[in-house]
């Protein structure tokens, strides 16, 4: 993929998790990808932050997107190249501080293989 697709695809990215969309965000994933966050570490310590595959990430955004129905991101920049996109942005939630936050996602034939969250 090219830089121009994988910006499209962060684009979409941000557009599906601040409607809450899904089936739109896990579209834009392959069956097999992984996440790793922070929050995960904390929320289900299990996990040791990483889950694998798309019934995993429908049910951890499906409970954050539940738990926190003002939650949206904030795009501060995105950075692609032709196998990842650098997305830096700024977590909003009501009643919250605000949280800025990176994150990488690595992407093959047009969809997302892994994400990986950094914040403090």
Do not use: C
């Not at 557009?15 to 834009?28: E, I, V, Y």
């Not at 955004?61 to 501060?76: G, I, K, M, N, S």
């Not at 997305?87 to 047009?110: A, K, P």
């Amino acid at each position: 993929m090219s830089a121009p697709n994988n910006r499209a695809i962060a684009i979409a990215w941000f557009a599906a998790f601040n409607a809450h969309d899904l089936k739109a965000l896990l579209a834009l994933y392959h069956d097999n990808a992984q996440h790793f966050s922070p929050k995960l570490k904390v929320r289900r310590p299990e996990t040791n932050g990483l889950i694998h595959g798309k019934e995993a990430l429908r049910m951890w955004w499906r409970d954050a997107f539940d738990r926190l129905p003002t939650l949206r991101y904030e795009v501060v920049k995105l950075t692609a190249d032709d196998d990842q996109v650098f997305m830096e942005y700024i977590r909003h939630v009501e009643g919250e501080g605000d949280l800025r936050v990176g994150e990488v996602l690595e992407i093959r034939d047009g969809m997302i293989m892994a994400s990986r969250v950094y914040h403090g």
